[in-house]
């Protein structure tokens, strides 16, 4: 494990106010290093939930992969073994943090592809408010490429989760969650948070937070690691159509309203009284 780093008390402060916060140096450069070394084993051996998420004409190409880490050492040592674990459960304000799943988002140099505004929580399969998603870059991350956020939009509207290209209801049916609102057109309604990010940096982020962000530059290469966690309160929403991403036999094994207690989301902290102690610095 890497030296430990410290969570200031303004992070988890800005974190729960506003459902998204900056973490700089969250990452040793060893764990930098080992992470793209995940990466890129990921991308030469992509798996059956990978997806090309691009348009055939775009110039780059925009991959997603997600629920490797069990098969790529580097990743489980990422989502285990680093500071993530105990950060996750300081920013869930949580006792336990378990693995809920990776989520790999590679934008190769000169993709337009954007990824639009949308919400986590309604693509997956899980309630509760205690959990965290860190977007953790390997390459330098420019502010007009990096993933912004609407300030507080985490704190309780469920928006209607569509698919990116063609805008489809393929989740909760039409009608049955708020539509969208329209961010972009109305800056002094929906304040924005955007970081330009090193290597080691990350952005933390609650999975109802809206978010969204843009393509890369020709000569920038976007490849990030999202490493998300659940907290105390969650549990397992069973829904009668395919999550994103999809859990296969998993409802055969938990209840509807069940703890994510589980294999497939191990418990990778739990705090004591020495780590609540814990100093912070501000």
């Not at 990010?197 to 290469?221: C, I, K, Q, W």
């Amino acid at each position: 494990m890497a030296a430990s780093f410290q969570l200031p008390a303004q992070t988890a402060a800005d974190f729960a106010r506003d459902g998204a916060a900056l973490l700089r140096g969250v990452l040793s450069p060893d764990e930098v290093q080992r992470l793209a070394r995940g990466i890129e084993h990921n991308l030469a051996h992509l798996s059956p939930l990978a997806m090309v998420a691009s348009e055939p004409d775009d110039p780059g190409r925009f991959v997603e992969d997600f629920c490797s880490w069990q098969a790529n050492p580097d990743y489980r040592a990422i989502l285990c073994e680093s500071q993530l674990p105990r950060v996750s459960a300081q920013l869930m304000a949580s006792r336990t943090a378990r693995v809920y799943h990776d989520h790999l988002l590679v934008k190769e140099a000169g993709t337009r592809q954007p990824t639009p505004w949308h919400q986590d929580q309604p693509y997956y399969n899980v309630s509760g408010r205690q959990n965290v998603s860190f977007w953790i870059p390997v390459d330098p991350v420019p502010q007009q490429s990096t993933l912004r956020f609407v300030a507080g939009s985490h704190a309780g509207t469920w928006y209607m989760p569509r698919t990116f290209r063609d805008s489809q209801a393929r989740w909760f049916p039409d009608g049955t969650l708020a539509e969208l609102p329209a961010i972009d057109a109305h800056p002094d309604q929906y304040r924005q948070l955007a970081w330009a990010l090193e290597p080691g940096d990350a952005v933390a982020f609650n999975m109802l937070t809206l978010h969204a962000s843009s393509g890369v530059g020709a000569g920038t290469r976007r490849r990030v690691f999202s490493a998300r966690y659940l907290g105390d309160d969650a549990r397992h929403a069973v829904r009668p159509w395919r999550t994103s991403p999809p859990f296969a036999g998993l409802a055969e094994r938990l209840a509807d309203g069940a703890p994510m207690v589980d294999e497939l989301f191990p418990q990778v902290w739990e705090q004591t009284e020495a780590a609540a102690a814990e100093p912070q610095r501000s």
